[in-house]
């Protein structure tokens, strides 16, 4: 209504001042009209950016070492929610983006795990597999990925829908972190082929490459960043684990003989070499600059309507798995990330404009340290070694009814052969499947579709139940001890590098903090789930809420100066 008020006023005084053909004045009063009109008080642009894994005490672990500019900066002057974790299982990357970015959980959103046994087509899927699409930039595989599998609508779809003059581009190593933060309709979508060492896109999107990212790849950026051997970026002092380089905890990679610096894989073949990369942390340097070409090839931030553009940041995870978080490796990651987002922050001051954009930070997830690890240390964990624990469930399914039950056992999901679905003896089965598994000592809780359904009050289950569709997961779902892992077989690599996926702290609890415009400094230690940080930016960005949604806004950040 004041808004009206206010156009009224306006266009009485225009009238006025053109009555007396200041037309200077005029004009200048004309665009503070449609200023005001085009979306209020919203930033030019909002940068979403998740760092793949990253741990909740990464932030305070390697605060010591980092720039003023970098991960600082979003902590010493942007609004630090300190208490902010997963609300379901499981905690991998695909749900991760997926809820982040939709601001509900994969009961709803569908993504219920990275890869999963799909039903109606009879195998085994990735979340962004899309057969009806091609790569664009590419003849591989890589290529052929879209959005389809997402149920909801992310906070880019519905900028985009409610102001069609928005510009979204979502950028990753990992195709479905890029996809999946850009929604269904963006502006372009662009992840890293294992196959080119370049960033690609599908037919989904378009059907040629933008020109900026040809003028991107003219210079061969890829040699220059992949042709750097990774050593310590600071004095060893630096480094908490400087003593522990060659760790029995750590996974060999590229060929090497010891898990130690330094990382040289320029002498690999190229297409050894495209696969090594997404380890070093010279792919979020190329990532970095590839999401800098995107805004400046696309305008972002340009003009009176808010532009998105997500980031995230794979390599941390990559990395993170092969190394786990307590190692030397992740703390040199972690120093150089912070320079890429000096760098990318900088950027933004001179492209953007100071207190002209707004970023937020969070992650698809955190991580266990190596369970060897914990154990070695006194500390509950361990591994649920799959193969044998599958073939002894269904040799007991056959001692009981004469027949192997079991389809396939996925993602901790059970699921039962097609014809006993819908059968007289199905409930039976599934019964006699959850005494079985619930015997397993790895094994914390098993629930049945039927219990997930039924709209829990326990803990555990709520957050199986917030993870489970009932197209997508299987009849049972079960649930490890606290530092347990899910491995195949018992070798001696099942013993190194680690995971994520579980309902507990070390997966749930990550960074969450927002920095730019209107955003005051504070800390904010009230619980908050992942699924709010999309219902926050539903008020910076003043859209209507995703259709899915749940989450509720976290007022604390819209504190202004009294
Ligand atoms: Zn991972």
Same mark, same amino acid.
């Given at each position: ?61 390697? /605060? ?27 905690? /991998? ?73 928005? @510009? ?29 060492? @370049?960033? #690609? ?228 089965? #599934? ?52 530092? /347990? ?78």
């Amino acid at each position: 209504m004041t808004k009206f008020v206010i156009s009224w006023l306006h266009s009485v005084v225009l009238l006025k001042i053109v009555h007396m053909k200041n037309w200077l004045i005029a004009v200048a009063l004309l665009l503070t009209l449609f200023t005001v009109n085009a979306q209020k008080e919203t930033p030019k642009l909002v940068v979403g950016i998740v760092v793949d894994q990253m741990c909740y005490d990464y932030l305070y672990r390697f /605060y010591p070492q980092f720039g003023k500019d970098g991960f600082k900066r979003l902590m010493d002057k942007g609004a630090h929610f300190r208490n902010v974790n997963y609300n379901y299982v499981p905690t /991998y990357t695909g749900p991760g983006h997926a809820s982040v970015y939709t601001g509900t959980m994969p009961a709803n959103h569908g993504i219920i795990a990275n890869d999963w046994y799909h039903r109606p087509y009879g195998k085994e899927v990735n979340c962004v597999d899309d057969t009806t699409v091609n790569g664009v930039g590419t003849t591989s595989v890589d290529g052929m990925c879209s959005p389809h599998f997402l149920r909801a609508n992310t906070i880019t779809d519905q900028l985009k829908l409610t102001y069609p003059g928005a @510009k979204v581009v979502g950028v990753s190593i990992k195709d479905r972190s890029a996809i999946l933060p850009a929604g269904h309709m963006p502006d372009g979508a662009y992840w890293y082929d294992y196959s080119s060492g @370049k960033f #690609i896109t599908s037919t989904w999107y378009k059907n040629e490459l933008p020109q900026w990212v040809n003028q991107f790849y003219t210079s061969n950026p890829f040699d220059r960043y992949a042709g750097q051997v990774w050593n310590l970026l600071k004095d060893s002092s630096a480094y908490a684990y400087a003593k522990q380089d060659n760790s029995p905890y750590e996974v060999l990679i590229g060929g090497k003989s010891a898990p130690t610096f330094p990382y040289d894989f320029t002498k690999l073949q190229p297409t050894q070499q495209y696969n090594t990369f997404t380890v070093l942390p010279f792919a979020n340097t190329y990532l970095t600059d590839f999401a800098l070409a995107a805004m400046e090839g696309e305008g972002l931030g340009k003009d009176g309507v808010t532009d998105f553009l997500t980031i995230s940041y794979s390599t941390p995870d990559i990395a993170g798995h092969a190394f786990g978080p307590y190692s030397l490796e992740i703390e040199d990651m972690y120093f150089r990330l912070d320079q890429d987002l000096e760098n990318l922050f900088k950027q933004l001051d001179a492209k953007v404009g100071k207190g002209q954009y707004v970023v937020f930070l969070t992650a698809d997830h955190a991580v266990v340290p190596v369970p060897q690890f914990l154990t070695d240390h006194h500390l509950p964990g361990g591994y649920l070694f799959l193969d044998s624990r599958e073939q002894e469930l269904r040799a007991q399914s056959i001692a009981e009814f004469q027949v192997d039950v079991i389809d396939r056992i996925d993602n901790d999901n059970v699921y039962l052969k097609k014809e006993y679905l819908g059968s007289p003896i199905e409930d039976q089965l #599934i019964a006699f499947l959850q005494k079985r598994i619930s015997e397993w000592p790895e094994v914390k809780a098993v629930f049945t579709k039927d219990q997930l359904n039924a709209s829990p009050n326990d803990t555990w289950c709520k957050m199986v139940a917030a993870g489970y569709d009932k197209e997508r997961n299987g009849e049972l779902i079960f649930l490890l001890q606290p530092g /347990y892992l899910p491995k195949s077989t018992d070798n001696e690599a099942a013993h190194k590098g680690t995971s994520h996926g579980s309902a507990f702290n070390y997966d749930t609890h990550v960074p969450v903090l927002f920095y730019g415009k209107g955003i005051l400094p504070q800390e904010v230690f009230t619980p908050y789930e992942i699924v709010d940080i999309a219902a926050t930016m539903v008020h910076v960005l003043n859209i209507q809420r995703p259709n899915a949604m749940v989450g509720k806004p976290m007022v604390e950040l819209f504190k202004r100066k009294k």
